[in-house]
């Protein structure tokens, strides 16, 4: 089982990033997915998350109206679109899959982002 974060780096407040996590090994569209984030000091936190076949998601308030994520099934491959970003945005972005049915929780490497001017 793999799932490989990408798309972090370094951006000015107001920008965007595009980050993307390939999953293989498992059967991605069984699994629902979601995006966390650890800034330093602090606990990890749910960013969003979407169901298995992405008809629903959800956001943590705090990227309301940023954020979006989506995935593509037949890639399987989730992506967190982050626009208008903020410095309290920074932290380390990691992609987590679930299944209540297979009784599984993977989880990515993580990558950093950073958003400073």
């Known amino acids: 089982v793999q799932l490989v974060e990408s798309g972090g780096g370094l951006v000015q407040p107001g920008g965007s990033l595009r980050l993307s996590c390939a999953a293989s090994?498992?059967?991605?569209?069984?699994?629902?997915m979601s995006w966390y984030r650890q800034a330093p000091g602090k606990e990890r936190e749910l960013v969003a998350g979407?169901?298995?076949?992405?008809?629903?998601?959800n956001y943590a308030d705090s990227v309301k109206g940023r954020f979006t994520i989506s995935r593509d099934n037949a890639k399987t491959t989730v992506y967190l679109q982050m626009n208008s970003l903020k410095p309290e945005d920074t932290a380390v972005y990691y992609c987590?899959?679930?299944?209540?049915?297979?009784?599984?929780?993977?989880w990515g490497q993580g990558t950093q982002v950073t958003v400073s001017s």
């Open positions: 987590r899959a679930e299944s209540s049915y297979y009784l599984a929780d993977y």
């Open positions: 090994g498992f059967t991605f569209r069984s699994y629902a």
């Open positions: 979407i169901t298995s076949a992405g008809g629903r998601t």
